[in-house]
């Protein structure tokens, strides 16, 4: 799905007036008058990042935050709010919310945060795709590959992979050729500075 800011507030006048600017930015953006309408349509396929008030009627945005981290939803979210709420965005912070925006705001510094909102969740998507990937070619190693994978990433010759396997250099050799292929890579520097970046296990 296309990178969007969700405006979640029940303020009619502060809807329109956040969608007016970022639509003026070129930002595109959806507004939901409830944390209830918001969850109506959330998915984990969203992008972009939400602009969230904190006080509304019926569900609080504090309340729709914590239900979208249980759900697994990492879109950054900014918060809106009046004075008295910005205890509550600070504890906000702290369980990972991305910023809070006290009411009323500057537009150009709303709008900045959000632009650094919205690459932020690009990155992570990025990062997210590319474990999976990862992933995906490491669950394509036979067993045996896993096991010459295990010691070249030690630094193992061919000759002591073959002795600790007991089979013979040249089969070593195949089963080397065939991960690294499998696995996108020419060397083992490169095949460990790929699996540096991800937290799958080699030997899992």
């Known amino acids: 799905m296309n990178p969007t800011v969700h405006i979640v507030d029940d303020d009619e006048a502060i809807r329109d007036s956040l969608g007016w600017l970022l639509q003026s930015r070129g930002i595109p953006c959806l507004e939901f008058s409830s944390a209830e309408a918001f969850l109506e349509m ?3 396929q969203m992008a972009g990042c939400i602009l969230l008030d904190i006080r509304m ?3 609080s945005g504090n309340a729709l935050f914590d239900l979208l981290r249980e759900r697994g939803c990492s879109m950054p979210v900014i918060f809106l709010t009046g004075h008295g709420d910005v205890p509550l965005a600070v504890a906000a912070l702290k369980h990972g919310a991305f910023d809070f925006v006290e009411k009323p705001c500057n537009d150009n510094q709303l709008v900045d945060r959000i632009v650094q909102a919205l ?3 690009e990155s992570l998507r990025a990062a997210a795709a590319s474990v999976e990937s990862i992933n995906n070619r490491l669950s ?3 067993m045996r590959e896993r096991q010459v994978m295990e ?4 630094g193992k010759l061919n000759k002591v992979i073959a002795d600790e396997l007991h ?3 040249r089969t070593v050799e195949v089963h080397r050729s065939s991960l ?3 696995m996108g890579v020419k060397t083992a520097v490169e095949l460990a500075q790929v699996l540096a970046n991800t937290p799958a296990k080699p030997g899992a």
């Open 140 to 142: 394509q190693l036979s």
């Open 57 to 59: 009627d019926g569900m």
């Open 42 to 44: 959330w998915s984990p």
């Open 151 to 154: 010691r070249v990433l030690a």
């Open 119 to 121: 690459k932020h969740d």
């Open 180 to 182: 690294f292929e499998k």
């Open 167 to 169: 089979v013979s250099m």
